[in-house]
């Protein structure tokens, strides 16, 4: 299957809603189209929960350079390969749906 999803760049972008709640939304940076909302609490877990809209944002950059990496990593180290890779596949395959 293959892994079809908006092009990077992603950003977090917090905004306060018509009830003057804090949101926080992942947007295509192009266009700022928003492609996912997160709520964000204002107590001891908002750290956490903006670490959490960090990582979904990079989501597009870090498959991108896991993808890049494999190859590489394949041609150059052809024996540990196979140990070192096996858990970057699993994501990639997590990603497509097939894992």
Do not use: Y
């Not at 940076?29 to 956490?48: G, N, Y």
């Amino acid at each position: 299957m293959s892994i079809v999803h908006t092009p990077a760049p992603w950003a977090v972008h917090e905004f306060r809603n018509d009830d003057g709640d804090l949101q926080t939304a992942i947007v295509d940076v192009e266009d700022r189209t928003v492609l996912a909302r997160l709520d964000i609490w204002e107590d001891e877990a908002k750290p956490q929960m903006e670490g959490n809209a960090r990582l979904i944002a990079a989501a597009p950059e870090l498959l991108g350079a896991l993808q890049w990496l494999i190859p590489l990593i394949e041609q150059t180290f052809p024996k540990q390969q196979e140990v070192w890779l096996a858990d970057a596949r699993a994501v990639i395959e997590k990603v497509r749906g097939e894992g």
